[in-house]
């Protein structure tokens, strides 16, 4: 016997908040939200970005498993204020991708960066004894140049990372690779000019983007609610009142710094004014 009226997620569309720097907590929280939205049978996933991009690995495995969920849920990414590097590469998980027209978006590209602090270790009198098993163990040791070899070695590592980065917004996009390695250099363009180089489908608010999800799955727009997956805060931060919350700038520059030091060396998608 079929039931004749749909399970409540099936008339709603799922919601998920991708703000600040895309890293390993960002993975964890997006990954479980995209499992419950795939079991309940949600129709469409509004997926609002406002991210300078992060990590590579972490910003690959959300898109991936957007893709998967592709096959069963309409997916309409809305870009905010920024979404940059590897919030681009997030989004090209997504089945159709609206922008504003100030949308600060673009920076395709990867960058990795290291400390030297040779000359400061000098002028105190420090210095390091390094044992190492091969040459290149200690490759991007912050108290040393880099040799020719070592540079070499991360160079190709980066155009990797590049070329992968490439290769999907080329698929997604169905793009040309020559024509997205033209402005794929790590410049940063509006949501307008995305919109002319075939970035994003559409210009529009997020409240648009949520009523074109809508849409797409044969729901009222104007009837359609969200239901949306939050991160998780701390049970000390809902308590707090809003003149606490008055040093959040510090806060945020706090983990902005957290992720700057974890994420040392390593390659990023991510945009650095």
Request: charged fraction near 25%; hydrophobic fraction near 40%.
């Amino acid at each position: 016997m079929m039931w004749p009226f749909k399970p409540r997620f099936r008339k709603q569309i799922a919601r998920i908040e991708i703000t600040g720097a895309i890293a390993s907590a960002t993975r964890k929280r997006v990954l479980e939200a995209l499992k419950t939205i795939e079991e309940k049978r949600f129709p469409a996933l509004l997926l609002r970005i406002d991210s300078p991009g992060g990590t590579v690995g972490d910003s690959q495995e959300i898109y991936s498993a957007l893709k998967r969920l592709q096959q069963k849920v309409k997916i309409v990414a809305s870009f905010g204020n920024i979404s940059a590097s590897g919030g681009v590469y997030i989004g090209m998980g997504a089945t159709h991708i609206m922008a504003n027209p100030g949308t600060i978006t673009g920076s395709i590209g990867v960058i990795l960066r290291g400390n030297n602090l040779e000359r400061l270790l000098d002028k105190i009198g420090v210095s390091f004894k390094t044992i190492k098993s091969g040459p290149y163990k200690d490759i991007l040791a912050f108290d040393r140049e880099l040799t020719d070899a070592e540079k070499n070695i991360l160079q190709e590592l980066i155009d990797i990372s590049y070329s992968q980065f490439v290769q999907t917004v080329a698929c997604s996009r169905n793009l040309g690779v020559e024509t997205v390695r033209s402005f794929a250099d790590g410049r940063i363009f509006t949501g307008e000019q995305a919109l002319q180089l075939g970035i994003v489908d559409r210009l529009g608010t997020e409240e648009d983007a949520r009523r074109w999800a809508a849409e797409l799955v044969g729901l009222d727009p104007e009837k359609t609610r969200c239901y949306n997956f939050e991160e998780r805060k701390p049970a000390l931060n809902r308590f707090l009142s809003e003149k606490a919350q008055a040093s959040s700038g510090l806060v945020a520059g706090i983990n902005w710094l957290e992720f700057e030091l974890s994420t040392s060396g390593l390659p990023l998608w991510l945009y650095r004014p």
